[in-house]
């Protein structure tokens, strides 16, 4: 389940790469992974999706560790369990998640909302995550590491090899970075319009350039982002971004956390505060 894969790479004509990714861990380390304030990011909620697929994904593919450390002082574990205990571990930890399916299902049974009953779920749980930045080299640095927790090394050296391995693309001034934009939508008109960077913003919200019907729907694409921003709901404005002028860059090379990259969010009056957003 483990991925890294570029839905959209470009570079404006100062030298300034952007890149975005949608990658797959184990739920437990994404606390680590957003410690990296670099990055603009949107998540699947466990709120959001239904418990019914949650309790699904879980009984036919939880996440399961592939390095089972040994107990030492310490933050690492050096070695390994021998396979006796190997397998041991393994048992148990089946076994908790069959617990916490349970659990989920009497919780369900009970009427409580998935906001609650799919934490339980979450040690088992993959996340699928939509990252955007500019500045890579730190993270690489720190988690595509020997030094780091297994999982979260493991999902950071397949996107930095996926990110040394893409080639961005030239956009000009006029053109936007658009993450889910897909391929066959690409017309000479719609990516350069209103809306595709409002459907782009939302599939990013989504984390998915479908709806959770299954169906490519533009027009549930734009409510949501309205949905979005008339809630205050400002982070996946963040992926779709334009490259600063030569003006913006005079006044500083960040907008944000991108460097040389001016977000949608920041086009958005009262981006930084909902509380001076007018209420309808």
Avoid at 15 to 26: A, I, K, N, W, Y
Avoid at 133 to 145: D, G, H, I, P
Avoid at 192 to 218: F, N, P, Q, W
Avoid at 224 to 232: A, P, W
Wanted: hydrophobic residues 40%; contains cysteine.
């Amino acid at each position: 389940m483990y991925s890294a894969k570029i839905i959209a790479d470009s570079v404006s004509r100062h030298g300034q790469r952007l890149t975005t990714m949608e990658v797959v861990f184990p739920r437990m380390v994404l606390a680590e992974f957003n410690t990296h304030r670099v990055f603009s990011r949107n998540s699947a909620s466990s709120r959001a999706i239904p418990v019914e697929k949650q309790l699904r994904k879980i009984k036919e593919q939880p996440f399961v560790p592939e390095y089972w450390g040994a107990n030492q002082s310490g933050m690492q574990a050096e070695a390994e369990l021998i396979a006796e205990a190997k397998d041991a571990a393994l048992d148990e930890w089946l076994a908790a998640r069959d617990s916490a399916v349970a659990h989920v299902e009497k919780l369900l049974a009970i009427g409580l909302h998935k906001q609650l009953a799919n934490r339980i779920l979450e040690p088992f749980m993959w996340h699928t995550v939509i990252v955007t930045a500019t500045e890579w080299s730190n993270y690489f640095a720190l988690r595509a590491n020997e030094m780091a927790q297994p999982e979260i090394r493991k999902v950071s050296e397949l996107m930095q090899a996926a990110y040394e391995a893409s080639t961005p693309k030239q956009l000009s001034d006029d053109e936007w970075h658009l993450p889910l934009i897909q391929a066959e939508e690409y017309d000479g008109v719609f990516e350069k319009s209103d809306d595709a960077r409002m459907i782009s913003a939302a599939r990013c919200a989504r984390v998915s350039y479908l709806t959770h019907e299954g169906k490519r729907d533009l027009s549930a694409d734009i409510v949501l982002y309205d949905r979005l921003t008339s809630g205050g709901h400002m982070s996946p404005l963040e992926h779709v971004a334009r490259s600063l002028t030569k003006d913006e860059l005079s006044e500083g090379e960040f907008r944000g956390n991108f460097r040389g990259w001016m977000q949608l969010r920041k086009l958005v009056p009262n981006e930084d505060d909902y509380a001076k957003v007018e209420k309808i």
